[in-house]
């Protein structure tokens, strides 16, 4: 899918984002903005925010001080996050089917194919408890090729996947904000793409 080709239009920005929890702030005075085409690696010390800016940006977790703007009202959001919302009983194309109903409707092939897109073709019919950490995490990311959202917040989308999964997943985020998407993202590896941009939260904590 590719998204308006305007050379440089925001996506989402952030005005003295702060965040407090267990009272003690986490990180204050954040101003960014994210453009088309642009792959934010976000990074910090274990307990620096990571995660809850990334539900902050999508709207699960309370702004305490500062705003998140979506200044485009075409803007929509794919959020996937540690816990991957999947249900044990449901097989993969079930599961999908529910997360695609989230945004709209999808059809068995739609969902077929974007099961294929992460390497779970033939698995389409086992029950999520049948598959393994990495194979549902592949079924949740499944929604990325399903639900076509404009900016994806993903939390450790590397996680339980195996090499050759980590360099498809980066090929998925390079077409992706070649056609004009954006993506914001924890990872404890390094991303190996020449457009990622950096935001350490370690420079908005409090002294």
Not at 74 to 83: D, L, M, R, S
Not at 129 to 153: D, F, P
Not at 165 to 186: F, K, R, Y
Request: hydrophobic fraction near 40%.
């Amino acid at each position: 899918m590719s998204f308006p080709s305007s050379a440089i239009f925001h996506l989402l920005c952030t005005d003295d984002l702060a965040c407090e929890r267990d009272l003690r702030v986490l990180y204050s005075g954040l101003n960014f903005t994210v453009k088309a085409g642009e792959l934010w690696h976000i990074k910090g010390r274990n307990g620096a925010g990571k995660t809850t800016l990334l539900r902050q940006l999508a709207g699960l977790h309370p702004v305490d001080t500062g705003k998140v703007l979506y200044p485009r009202h075409a803007t929509k959001v794919i959020y996937i996050g540690h816990k991957l919302g999947l249900k044990e009983q449901l097989t993969a194309d079930e599961n999908l089917s529910w997360l695609a109903g989230l945004d709209g409707s999808s059809t068995q092939q739609q969902r077929y194919a974007a099961l294929e897109k992460v390497g779970l073709r033939g698995y389409e019919e086992n029950t999520v408890a049948q598959l393994s950490a990495g194979q549902k995490r592949r079924v949740a990311l499944a929604r990325l090729h399903l639900c076509k959202g404009n900016i994806w917040l993903l939390d450790e989308p590397f996680t339980s996947i195996d090499q050759q999964g980590i360099v498809d997943e980066q090929d998925w985020l390079n077409q992706h904000t070649l056609a004009g998407g954006a993506v914001l993202m924890t990872s404890h590896q390094e991303i190996s793409l020449p457009q990622v941009k950096i935001l350490d939260l370690s420079q908005y904590a409090p002294l």
